[in-house]
């Protein structure tokens, strides 16, 4: 009897996360935050703060850093931190070697899609305003600014891709997009350098990268492109 393991299937579509995976924004984040905090005269947080406590549902974490929704309203705060996250991200860039990688993508003819927690009309005016709308087949954003979970989304954009989900990967920054890979029943990769402290990254035992030049390796091996470099093992598994 033969004990060979079949190695998977080739990745035939790309799912990625926009914000903190291909767009560097975490520091906007912390900006629209600590504008809200000095508001209410409540303590400030640092990047390294903000990537341990930031998660999804977004409302747990406000919780954990002090805002009480018994005496304000919570969609009055989403549309506070909205508006000051608009303006905070004006100067955010896309996150080093992110069009590198979705140009290569797209000359090999793999196809992409975009599915974000951001409301869907902000996801497209960003996409638009980095020069990069044209890489992506679909965009699936949320119907509204309160970011509970892209699960509903995500299998929304799987029935319209009709793909096999083990032949789909989701690219993402956060234990949610690991999460959300589960339900949907897609493979992960996870970015580090986004949201998420690694180390909160790492409890998941998906891929774990650091950063985007590394995860052209990792994405080559899973497309089945087995003529580029191949990526260390200990950058693959935590």
Same mark, same amino acid.
């Given at each position: 009897?033969s004990?060979? @393991? &079949?190695a998977?299937?080739?990745i035939?579509?790309v799912i990625w996360d926009?914000n903190?995976t291909?767009?560097d924004d975490?520091?906007?984040c912390?900006?629209?935050l600590?504008r809200m905090l000095?508001?209410?005269?409540m303590?400030?947080?640092? +990047?390294?703060? #903000?990537r341990?406590?930031?998660?999804f549902?977004?409302r747990?974490? #406000?919780?954990r $850093?002090?805002?009480d929704?018994? @005496?304000?309203?919570?969609?009055?705060?989403?549309?506070?931190f909205?508006?000051? #996250?608009?303006?905070?991200?004006r100067d955010a860039?896309?996150r080093?070697?992110?069009l590198a990688v979705? @140009?290569?993508l +797209?000359e090999r003819g793999?196809?992409m =899609?975009?599915? %974000?927690?951001?409301? @869907? =009309?902000?996801?497209? &005016?960003?996409?638009?305003?980095?020069?990069v &709308?044209?890489?992506f087949r679909a965009i699936y954003?949320?119907?509204?600014?309160?970011?509970?979970t892209?699960?509903a989304?995500?299998?929304a954009?799987m029935?319209? $891709?009709g793909?096999?989900?083990?032949?789909?990967?989701l690219?993402?920054d956060t234990t949610?997009?690991?999460?959300? %890979?589960r339900?949907?029943?897609?493979?992960c990769?996870l970015? %580090?350098?986004g949201h998420?402290a690694e +180390?909160?990254?790492?409890k998941?035992?998906?891929?774990?990268?650091s950063? $985007?030049?590394? $995860?052209?390796?990792?994405l080559?091996?899973?497309t089945g492109?087995s003529s580029?470099?191949?990526?260390?093992s200990?950058?693959? &598994?935590?």
């Amino acid at each position: 009897m033969s004990h060979e @393991t &079949r190695a998977p299937a080739p990745i035939r579509h790309v799912i990625w996360d926009w914000n903190g995976t291909l767009l560097d924004d975490a520091h906007a984040c912390v900006a629209a935050l600590n504008r809200m905090l000095r508001r209410r005269g409540m303590a400030e947080i640092d +990047h390294a703060s #903000y990537r341990e406590v930031f998660d999804f549902p977004v409302r747990d974490y #406000y919780c954990r $850093l002090g805002f009480d929704f018994a @005496t304000e309203d919570w969609d009055a705060n989403a549309r506070e931190f909205i508006e000051y #996250y608009s303006e905070a991200c004006r100067d955010a860039s896309l996150r080093e070697g992110a069009l590198a990688v979705l @140009t290569r993508l +797209h000359e090999r003819g793999i196809p992409m =899609s975009v599915l %974000s927690a951001a409301e @869907t =009309s902000l996801l497209r &005016r960003m996409l638009e305003d980095h020069g990069v &709308r044209g890489f992506f087949r679909a965009i699936y954003g949320l119907s509204d600014p309160y970011a509970h979970t892209k699960v509903a989304r995500g299998r929304a954009l799987m029935s319209e $891709l009709g793909l096999p989900p083990e032949r789909v990967l989701l690219v993402g920054d956060t234990t949610h997009d690991y999460r959300v %890979s589960r339900e949907i029943g897609c493979r992960c990769v996870l970015i %580090s350098g986004g949201h998420q402290a690694e +180390h909160r990254l790492r409890k998941c035992g998906c891929p774990v990268v650091s950063g $985007l030049p590394r $995860l052209e390796a990792v994405l080559n091996q899973m497309t089945g492109d087995s003529s580029r470099p191949r990526v260390p093992s200990a950058e693959r &598994r935590g």
